[in-house]
């Protein structure tokens, strides 16, 4: 991912990991998210199992996150506020654009 203004030489980079934890704090930071789910070991961008998978399409990036809820919790709102949140936090963070968020819900924690 690069950003370049016209007539000038200098650019940005931003890693791709960087993103992925980026994405993976701001989930992790919602309330009744208990946890990530998948492969939590893997890098996501080498085997594509982990909890975060990244996706670069051209200027902007798509993002694939797996999460275990709380029980209790509500999947849908739970997962709408983490769309919502991993959104906004990589956008102002990173100034990348977010085509969009894929949650996908896979367990809950009981206490």
């Known amino acids: 991912m690069e950003t370049a203004k016209k007539g000038n030489i200098s650019r940005l980079r931003v ?3 960087v993103v992925a934890e980026t994405a993976k704090l ?5 309330k009744g998210v208990a946890g990530l789910g998948g492969d939590t070991g893997k890098m996501s961008k080498l085997k ?4 975060v998978v990244i996706k670069v399409m051209g ?3 798509g993002i694939d996150i797996k999460i275990k809820i709380k029980s209790g919790e509500r999947a849908v709102v739970v997962a709408k506020e983490v769309q919502k949140t991993v959104k906004e936090n990589i956008q ?3 100034g990348i654009t977010t085509t969009r968020v894929n949650v996908e819900v896979c367990g809950v924690v009981y206490d």
């Open 15 to 17: 890693s791709e990991d």
């Open 26 to 30: 701001s989930a992790l930071d919602v």
């Open 48 to 51: 594509n199992s982990g909890a």
């Open 59 to 61: 200027d902007v990036v």
């Open 92 to 94: 102002s963070m990173t």
